[in-house]
């Protein structure tokens, strides 16, 4: 039997700390809610505690040198507050499935996680999605950023990918039990989904060293891309990239970010294989230089301007 009063207290702290968290992020002056008042008006619509697990790893680790489990039913508050942490990323699945949460603290690598609420906000506003755009994302995870964004993009034309089959039926039934029923499949999203293109928005939760060929080929004149790339700055960078509708495309980095890689593309590889310039000493910080990204004729080029 479950405790309707401890629930109604909980429910009513998860409103007051989606609010705080809004306001938090409100203070950014670039990205994020900034011009983007659909994205702050989905924000506070969409209880993001729903689409997290039960336990989750912190990703910070402890003294241990371990990443340690919160359980909503022990500590329900100190779960929901991390829930709603704006820099807080929540772990949900370690060494692809093969550690649980019942087998306690860990070091594995993780693979999947609800990403911060400030980079889904702010990668969102990258993306500029409108009600008329037809939209593929890839890396479904716990569902949460395609709730956000099917409150802009009509669900019918939504199309999201997780290469994990349980993620992917658990963020099927969460989306269901809001309304919201977008296609969710399970398969790898390296090679997008052809059958609903061409798309005018794609945006990856995974990052990758290159950008993967299918999805430029699915994506229309003029439309957007928002991803996550692999590069020599010791963590991602966000790329936002126009296609020319014809395999190729040209934009720029935008802010550092911190995602973990496709599947497919774990693998090391040079980065002079995948387009990117040799320089002389640090690598120069966003505010200070230009990078360039631009894909054609099957090969990945980054510029400093």
Known sequence: MTDAPAE???ASLAAELRAECAAEIDSRMVGHFNDRPWLRQAFLKVPREHF???QVWWPTPRDDGMHHVIDRHERPRAWLKGVYRPRASLITQVADGRVLPEDGPTDAPFTSAVSCSAV?????HYLDPGPDDTALEIGTGSGYSTALLAYRVRPENLVTIEIDEQLADRARHTLASF???PAVLAADGEFGDPAHAPYTR???TAAVREIPQAW???AAPGAILVTPLYGPFGHDALLRLTADGQGGGEGRLVTGVAFMKMRGQRADRSFAELGWPTVDGPWPAY???DYRVTVGGGRQQVRIC
């Not at 889904?120 to 969102?124: A, H």
């Open 8 to 10: 109604d207290r909980l």
């Open 52 to 54: 997290v697990p039960d």
């Open 120 to 124: 889904v906000v702010d990668m969102l």
């Open 179 to 181: 309304g919201l029923y």
């Open 202 to 204: 794609i945006i990856s």
């Open 216 to 218: 430029l080929d699915q």
């Open 287 to 289: 505010a200070d230089a």
